[in-house]
């Protein structure tokens, strides 16, 4: 499991960590997006899932007694996990062993994903939320949501795709896209987090549109817990 910080990116305070499944076999990496599916079809969604929530949480405690200060954990969730009828008691029952407050915790969940099931999900989310669990959107801009369903179902954060983020400056029309996306998020009282930041150009357009949050090469790269840096980021030396 790593870990990559979060940061608000007018402060440079670290607002977070996103926990990343990394699957070694026989020495190469297996990405989720490979073993997330056959997991699902496999019936062993529920088992991972379980196993990623608890020990992203286990390690937040485990900072937290050693005096290290993080806001929240990032935990991404498929759909097929937040379909399971237990998924929100599930996650109380992990809240209460590890002692982590559910404002703590940020449920990641893809757009395309979100927008197929719904109906089944929104229940769920709902009763995360009502715990003060905070719910974001992942890799936003490559799927279909409709704003209508992001105001329905009160979502607290929408996360930018990295491919959004990479055409800053290419051209024009890129940059008015990133633009929009901030602006729509803000009006509807969202949060809103830019994924895959590699470069000190990016950055310094991000903060000029006002994007909250951040997440990225040039800010931290993914890392074991023990390389983990709680220290906040210099900003405005970062984004010159
Ligand atoms: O789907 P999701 O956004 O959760 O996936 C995040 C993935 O993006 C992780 O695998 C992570 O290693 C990768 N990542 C994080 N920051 C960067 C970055 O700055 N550039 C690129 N290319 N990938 C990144
Ligand atoms: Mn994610």
Not at 97 to 102: A, G, R, S, Y
Not at 150 to 169: A, E, M, P, V, Y
Not at 191 to 219: P, Y
Request: charged share 20%; proline share 3%.
């Amino acid at each position: 499991m790593n870990f990559q910080p979060q940061f608000n990116l007018q402060n440079g305070q670290l607002t977070g960590a996103e926990s990343l499944v990394r699957w070694k076999h026989q020495g190469q990496h297996i990405s989720p997006a490979e073993f997330i599916p056959l997991a699902e079809k496999f019936g062993l969604i529920q088992t991972i899932g379980s196993f990623v929530m608890r020990t992203s949480l286990e390690q937040l405690a485990l900072w937290q007694t050693q005096g290290h200060q993080l806001p929240k954990i990032a935990v991404n969730a498929s759909s097929a996990q937040i379909s399971l009828q237990n998924f929100p008691q599930e996650i109380d029952a992990i809240l209460t062993e590890t002692q982590i407050l559910p404002t703590q915790l940020d449920i990641e969940i893809t757009e395309t994903v979100l927008m197929e099931n719904l109906k089944q999900q929104k229940c769920a989310l709902q009763a995360l939320q009502m715990q003060g669990i905070e719910i974001s959107i992942d890799d936003f801009g490559t799927g279909y949501s409709s704003l209508a369903y992001i105001k329905h179902l009160s979502i607290d954060r929408i996360k930018i795709d990295q491919s959004f983020i990479n055409d800053l400056g290419k051209n024009e029309e890129s940059d008015s896209i990133v633009f929009a996306i901030i602006t729509m998020g803000h009006s509807l009282g969202l949060k809103v987090l830019a994924e895959g930041i590699e470069t000190a150009e990016q950055l310094k357009t991000l903060r000029k549109m006002n994007c909250d949050e951040g997440q990225g090469f040039l800010l931290g790269r993914p890392v074991a817990a023990e390389a983990f840096s709680f220290t906040p980021l210099d900003i405005k030396t970062l984004a010159q």
